[in-house]
């Protein structure tokens, strides 16, 4: 079965760093691409960014282009989030998504438990 | 870019249908049958239930239907029932090749 596993969450200081992972199982993960979505307390879901299966192509909301970056290691089925400068505005659980497929036209179909990002003082 | 736009509610009886409206723009749902639709219950991880418009994946039930007239996407659900009250977002697509999700609505099964 299908698992994503997110870890690296925690409080971080205004203007501080974290990063995230995310370990997969279940699936091939060189078929898909992968995607963090991210969901500030009581709030709706907002796409934060994409990289596709090899690598060759990666995007970014622009409320985080610049200060973040995503990237995978297809031999250990994992992915990551490197976040920097963050800010208050950043909290938030952040989930990770498999992609329906490679082609990311194609809309995250699993997705883990999240892992919550507190960015206070 | 501004998220989709959603109804912050709707509510319906078990067993009647409701609708769940999504509108964007020529940017997004207008350009592309890239319109997807998940389904969150609190505390949970979103769940997909629509995608390309009006394709349900493998056990999603078919009370769950969506649909799409230019830059409006619609979710269905017929036949009500307590376990669908939820909070439900709609997606798409982009023109710049990104994602964006709807406000989300809240389903209430009275």
């Known amino acids: 079965q299908v698992q994503l596993v997110e870890s690296g969450g925690g409080l971080v200081k205004p203007g501080g760093s974290l990063r995230l992972s995310c370990t997969a199982s279940?699936?091939?993960?060189?078929?898909?691409?992968m995607s963090w979505i991210r969901q500030a307390p009581g709030k709706g879901l907002e796409w934060v960014s994409y990289i596709t299966s090899s690598y060759t192509y990666t995007n970014y909301a622009d409320s985080v282009k610049g200060r973040f970056t995503i990237s995978r290691d297809n031999a250990k089925k994992s992915l990551y989030l490197q976040m920097n400068s963050l800010r208050a505005d950043d909290t938030a659980v952040y989930y990770c998504?498999?992609?329906?497929?490679?082609?990311?036209?194609?809309?995250?179909?699993?997705w883990g438990q999240g892992t919550l990002v507190t960015v206070s003082s | 870019q501004s998220a989709l736009t959603q109804p912050a509610s709707v509510s319906g009886s078990p067993g009647q249908s409701i609708a769940i409206s999504c509108t964007g723009t020529?940017?997004?749902?207008?350009?592309?049958?890239?319109v997807s639709w998940y389904q969150q219950h609190p505390g949970k991880a979103p769940k997909l239930m629509i995608y390309d418009v009006s394709n349900r994946p493998s056990g999603v039930s078919n009370r769950f239907s969506g649909s799409k007239s230019g830059n409006t996407a619609s979710l269905t659900i017929s036949g009500l029932q307590a376990e669908d009250e939820a909070d439900y977002y709609c997606s798409s697509y982009t023109t710049s090749s990104t994602r964006i999700f709807g406000g989300g609505t809240k389903l209430t099964v009275l």
């Open positions: 998504a498999r992609g329906g497929g490679s082609t990311v036209t194609v809309p995250p179909d699993y």
């Open positions: 279940g699936f091939t993960f060189t078929d898909y691409y």
């Open positions: 020529s940017s997004d749902l207008g350009a592309y049958d890239y």
